[in-house]
């Protein structure tokens, strides 16, 4: 007696559990690393702060407020896609093949597509703090000379 088997069922029965397991671990390692990510960032704000009254430069603190503020558009970007996906994975009534698609796309894709946009907005965002700051200063410590300077004609 001979037994045959389809390709297909072995594929189905062995590959794609193991393209499972890696793509759910793959997407648990980002959402889990950008928790952590997260929570360090917040940790290092006092250092910030702590840095940011020192003369320097660049105020550390906008650097922090940036990378916080990117994180969070990290996480925010990344689960309005996957919400997205999931939309229309349950509205055309997903099979196997597009829920391997699905997680595919929700553990490669979706977090390269929220890296790479926010990304793009925070070093955006810190080019624009870092160089009107430096305008914003030169005006604010011109009218605190000119007010001084009137208080003192005043006076004598």
């Known amino acids: ?6 390709p297909g069922s ?5 590959a794609i559990p193991i393209i499972r397991f890696i793509l759910y671990a793959l997407q648990w390692g980002f959402v889990n ?3 952590a990510a997260l929570l ?16 320097l430069q660049g105020r550390p603190i906008w650097a922090w407020l940036t990378g916080f503020i990117t994180l969070f558009g990290i ?3 990344y689960n309005i896609v996957v919400g997205l996906t999931a939309v229309v994975l349950v509205k055309s009534g997903a099979e196997l093949v597009s829920d391997v698609a699905f997680l595919f796309f929700l553990s490669i894709f979706a977090p390269g597509l929220a890296v790479l946009v926010a990304g ?3 070093f955006a965002l810190y080019n624009g ?6 305008s914003l200063i030169d005006i604010f410590s011109n009218a605190i000379g000119t ?3 009137i208080a003192l004609i005043r006076r004598g």
Do not use: H, W, Y
């Open 147 to 149: 007010v001084t300077s």
């Open 33 to 35: 690393i950008l928790e």
């Open 129 to 134: 703090i870092s160089s009107n700051v430096k």
């Open 75 to 77: 996480q925010l970007g």
């Open 1 to 6: 007696m001979r037994l045959t088997t389809d």
């Open 10 to 14: 072995v594929f189905r029965d062995t």
């Open 120 to 122: 793009g907005g925070g």
């Open 40 to 55: 360090l960032t917040a940790l290092f704000a006092p250092i910030a702060i702590g840095l940011s009254l020192l003369p």
